[in-house]
T-cell receptor, first 115, second 115 residues
Framework: AQSVTQLDSHVSVSEGTPVLLRCNYS??????LFWYVQHPNKGLQLLLK??????LVKGINGFEAEFKKSETSFHLTKPSAHMSDAAEYFCVVRTFYNQGGKLIFGQGTELSVKP | DTEVTQTPKHLVMGMTNKKSLKCEQHMGHRAMYWYKQKAKKPPELMFVYSYEKLSINESVPSRFSPECPNSSLLNLHLHALQPEDSALYLC??????????????FGPGTRLLVL
């Protein structure tokens, strides 16, 4: 069965410094992996998606993630944090179609950005 | 355009009331989803519709009744809810279930309070 683990429940950075949100996955086959962001009292917005085309995936708002099969990781990074990046971030893996094609969410990482 | 709309934004209802949540997308997506999200938790899948037919029911209590009248519209009918059903209800849609079609796009959610 597939699963994701977000290694930090809360990350705090200063504005202008790099962001690193960590995610490990478990999957028997090449997975589909996603990062979604949720701002307070909002729905989820897709940041980026990995589907085996390229290991370094670029997303919106300057975010990117690198798929590392040997480490079963899919960490999210951004070179310079902005105040508007403060939000909840979810790492997500998609189960295979014969398992319902469901999204399996990590528990989330809350990102705080200090001025 | 990747917009999913949901109405109402907020809903307060008593335990004896009947109400409905509405979700709409005009992207031609053939799969639609209902999720429930409690505070500080990831979304939990409730229902999946594929080509207007219910394909997944995650053992949701019968006081929640989904309906897909057409390919653009998804409703969630609520009856005799309990206070623990208070949550953010998210709708999502995707083109399909595999490959480039699998990405789910989320609406802003309906914040439900059951008194």
């Amino acid at each position: 069965a597939q699963s994701v683990t977000q290694l930090d429940s809360h990350v705090s950075v200063s504005e202008g410094t790099p962001v690193l949100l960590r995610c490990n996955y478990s999957s028997s086959y090449s997975p589909s992996l996603f990062w979604y962001v949720q701002h307070p009292n909002k729905g989820l917005q897709l940041l980026l998606k990995y589907t085996s085309a390229a290991t370094l995936v670029k997303g919106i708002n300057g975010f990117e993630a690198e798929f590392k099969k040997s480490e079963t990781s899919f960490h999210l990074t951004k070179p310079s944090a902005h105040m508007s990046d403060a939000a909840e971030y979810f790492c997500v893996v998609r189960t295979f179609y014969n398992q319902g094609g469901k999204l399996i969410f990590g528990q989330g990482t809350e990102l705080s950005v200090k001025p | 355009d990747t917009e999913v709309t949901q109405t109402p934004k907020h809903l307060v209802m008593g335990m004896t009331n009947k109400k409905s949540l509405k979700c709409e997308q005009h992207m031609g997506h053939r799969a639609m989803y209902w999720y429930k999200q409690k505070a500080k938790k990831p979304p939990e899948l409730m229902f999946v519709y594929s080509y207007e037919k219910l394909s997944i029911n995650e053992s949701v209590p019968s006081r929640f009744s989904p309906e897909c009248p057409n390919s653009s519209l998804l409703n969630l009918h609520l009856h005799a809810l309990q206070p623990e059903d208070s949550a953010l209800y998210l709708c999502a849609s995707s083109q399909g279930f595999g490959g480039t079609q699998e990405t789910q796009y989320f609406g802003p959610g309906t914040r439900l309070l059951v008194l």
